[in-house]
């Protein structure tokens, strides 16, 4: 039990190189690129928000290539809606179907979150092994998942913070504690352009098992240092901790 709880932490890493966006009326779209530590190309992916109506939101996530823990290429499709207000932004559905290279389902993953109660009800669903696992979580602090961490942290630079301390709903299904801190700003190189950019570490705050954390690589993301904050880059584990280093940008 202890041990499938530490490896499943290093999901975090990954969870700060979604995009970010300006919400506007329109869809906006933006594309993103998953390289090894020697460039080589792993997966891409694209993504667009739509408005639903009044403050929520549709984020559609479309990606396919090589990911750590399945064997050979797969493609994956990901709808969530959300809210966004001024101050943050929330979750309210997520649902992410994963298929082999021949389009045969592997995974089906699903997250519902009740705001009122502050319940997170999720499930995770190996296809061909015909296992389906369900948990539901109690939350007493703002909330996020993989796809929504990055618009979190627009919000939080928007409102003019240098860290906030969130809990997460990650796929296994899990839940965790974590912290987002800007560490540094910067001057970094994305598709050829040097921007200014805000470097930000994403931390698990484990409690009695933080002395764990010396054999985790850290991670980190980077945000536009100016408006609109947009997420540039990421660094880290792209998947458990059994999962090879990466580097995620947005394309040009």
Not at 47 to 66: A, F, M, N, Q, S
Not at 195 to 213: E, H, M, N, Q, T
Request: charged share 35%; net charge neutral; hydrophobic share 35%.
């Amino acid at each position: 039990m202890k041990k499938r709880f530490i490896l499943s932490l290093c999901f975090f890493v990954l969870a700060g190189a979604i995009p970010v966006f300006s919400i506007v009326e329109d869809a906006v779209k933006m594309g993103y690129v998953c390289r090894d530590m020697e460039g080589g190309k792993r997966w891409e992916a694209e993504t667009e928000i739509r408005k639903k109506d009044d403050d929520v939101y549709i984020l559609t996530e479309k990606g396919e290539g090589v990911y750590s823990s399945f064997e050979g290429s797969i493609s994956w499709v990901a709808e969530m809606e959300f809210e966004s207000t001024g101050e943050t932004v929330k979750p309210l559905s997520l649902e992410k179907r994963v298929f082999d290279e021949e389009g045969n389902p592997l995974r089906v993953e699903k997250q519902k979150f009740d705001l009122t109660e502050k319940i997170a009800a999720c499930s995770h669903e190996d296809i061909p092994k015909n296992i389906i696992r369900t948990k539901k979580f109690r939350f007493d602090k703002d909330i996020v998942n993989r796809l929504l961490l990055g618009l979190y942290t627009k919000k939080m630079l928007e409102n003019g913070k240098k860290s906030a301390r969130v809990q997460m709903v990650s796929e296994e299904p899990g839940f965790y504690n974590i912290e987002l801190s800007i560490v540094d700003k910067e001057e970094i190189e994305v598709n050829g352009r040097k921007k200014w950019a805000y470097k930000l570490c994403i931390d698990p705050k484990l409690g009695y098992l933080d002395f764990v954390k010396i054999f985790f690589p850290k991670a980190y993301a980077w945000h536009s240092a100016k408006p609109e904050f947009e997420w540039l880059r990421y660094k880290g584990l792209e998947g458990d901790i059994r999962s090879v280093k990466v580097e995620v940008t947005t394309k040009d």
